[in-house]
């Protein structure tokens, strides 16, 4: 258990909805980070917060958002889904902003039908 | 961050020691080598890192050559929970970079099967 919280484990929706994915991370972490990885494929970074404050953007689309919260929690908005949003979401903790022994969640695996 | 290169698959018999080479010849004086793997669609887990000299922890030994060009990781009695994809990863430790780039970039891997 890396101590990252992730909810929830699956999401099925259709296409065209909006969802939201929650990350806890772990107890003192104050930088999250969203990875995306789709079927047979890598790892692909998201977006970063660190103490509320946006850090990095990775190859984020304009229909997907985020925000990290004043108890540090992280929530990855997902609109006009599209099949091919369909994957393995990932977020990871880590107690600096560069820092990189991240500690990673289980994942919400998304199927957007 | 430097790119690496790491073979795409690996196979390793169980109770043996399972060596997995990096190559990342582009490195700079500044970038440590970090290792994760991912067993079948968990999360990455952090396995190891080093700058320089060797490391070795409870889950394996990091090798990294003199000229650091290339390193390997070693788990030193493979068991078949150790099948999964290990990925190698160069980054600076670098205090806050404007561009943004703090992010851990994973490549493609080595897919590591361990073979009873």
């Known amino acids: 258990d890396s101590g990252v919280t992730q909810t929830p484990k699956h999401l099925i929706t259709a296409t065209g909805q909006r969802v939201t994915l929650r990350c806890s991370p772990r107890?003192?972490?104050?930088?999250v980070y969203w990875y995306q990885q789709s079927l047979d494929q890598g790892l692909q970074f998201l977006i970063q917060?660190?103490?509320?404050?946006?850090?990095a953007k990775g190859n984020i689309l304009e229909r997907f958002s985020a925000q990290q919260f004043p108890d540090l929690h992280s929530e990855l908005n997902l609109s006009s889904l599209e099949l091919g949003d369909s994957a393995l979401y990932f977020c990871?903790?880590?107690?600096?902003?560069?820092?990189?022994?991240?500690?990673f969640g289980q994942g919400t695996r998304l199927t957007v039908v | 961050d430097a790119k690496t290169t790491q073979p795409p698959s690996m196979d390793c018999a169980e109770g043996r020691a399972a060596n997995l080479p990096c190559n990342h010849s582009?490195?700079?004086?500044?970038?440590?080598v970090y290792w994760y793997r991912q067993i079948h669609s968990q999360g990455p887990q952090y396995i190891i890192h080093?700058?320089?000299n060797n490391e070795t922890n409870e889950m394996a030994s990091l090798i990294i050559t003199e000229d650091r060009k290339s390193s390997t990781l070693i788990l030193p009695h493979a068991t078949l929970r150790d099948t999964a994809v290990y990925y190698c990863?160069?980054?600076?430790?670098?205090?806050?970079?404007?561009?943004?780039?703090?992010?851990?970039?994973f490549g493609t891997g080595t897919r590591l099967t361990i073979i009873p």
């Open positions: 080093g700058l320089k």
């Open positions: 990871a903790s880590s107690v600096t902003d560069v820092n990189t022994e991240a500690f």
């Open positions: 582009t490195i700079s004086g500044n970038e440590y």
């Open positions: 990863i160069v980054r600076a430790l670098i205090t806050y970079d404007p561009r943004g780039n703090e992010k851990l970039t």
């Open positions: 107890s003192g972490d104050l930088s």
């Open positions: 917060y660190y103490n509320g404050e946006e850090r």
